[in-house]
């Protein structure tokens, strides 16, 4: 089967720095990617990791562990604006996304 | 660009009704995406295409549902006929080959009473 696993909520207050985890079961993985989705909008990318490490992106991160099964996205300097959805999606057969559940991170002043 | 379009953006409709989902990719974007969107089931991916042929489309739930794409420029995702069950926002996306960024339409909203 396949299953990606990331906690349902994070809150956090401006400012601060925020991890999102997520572990993945799949077959045919070719990469991790992270979507941002706004309340009534839709998702946007963010990064995407096909090999071990880090990448960063202004004030966000990805990180991959192929062995492990295991990525992250790293939030740094927490604004409110980044309050919304986060999902992580195995990239399969280099093209479909399969997405967790999300993760509904809460900024707060 | 405009982006990925797709209408209408609310349907609202009675069971039993067919519904004709639309979608218009980025221009030059060869591969296009419906995914369905639910509290309880999350995002699903229903069917992709690559240069306009179905490759995949083993999400897609029961017969009721189809898909097609006519021509690089168009896409429908059909119901018929349509249940309660079937309420959720509808996306459409296209990506570029060669490149790991989907792009995502605004969504349909749609409600079967």
């Known amino acids: 089967g396949q299953s990606l696993e990331q906690p349902s909520e994070v809150t956090a207050v401006e400012g601060a720095i925020v991890q999102i985890n997520c572990t993945y079961q799949t077959s045919g993985f070719y990469g991790l990617s992270w979507y941002q989705q706004h309340d009534g909008g839709a998702p946007t990318f963010l990064s995407y990791?096909?090999?071990?490490g880090l990448e960063e992106t202004g004030r966000f991160s990805s990180f991959l562990s192929r062995s492990d099964s295991y990525g992250y996205l790293l939030l740094q300097e927490l604004q409110m604006k980044d309050s919304a959805s986060y999902f992580c999606a195995v990239n399969q057969a280099g093209t479909a996304l399969i997405f967790g559940k999300g993760t509904t991170l809460s900024v707060s002043s | 660009d405009a982006g990925v379009i797709q209408s209408p953006r609310h349907e609202v409709t009675e069971m039993g009704q067919e519904v004709t989902l639309r979608c218009k990719p980025i221009?030059?974007?060869?591969?296009l995406f419906w995914y369905r969107q639910t509290m309880m089931r999350g995002l699903e991916l229903l069917i992709y295409f690559n240069n306009n042929v179905p490759i995949d489309d083993s999400g897609m739930p029961e017969d009721r549902f189809s898909a097609k794409m006519p021509n690089a420029s168009f896409s429908t995702l059909k119901i018929q006929p349509s249940e309660p069950r079937d309420s959720a926002v509808y996306f459409c996306?296209?990506?570029?080959?060669?490149?790991?960024?989907?792009?995502f339409g605004p969504g349909t909203r749609l409600t079967v009473l």
């Open positions: 990791n096909a090999l071990d």
């Open positions: 996306a296209s990506r570029e080959t060669g490149k790991n960024e989907q792009f």
């Open positions: 221009s030059g974007h060869d591969y």
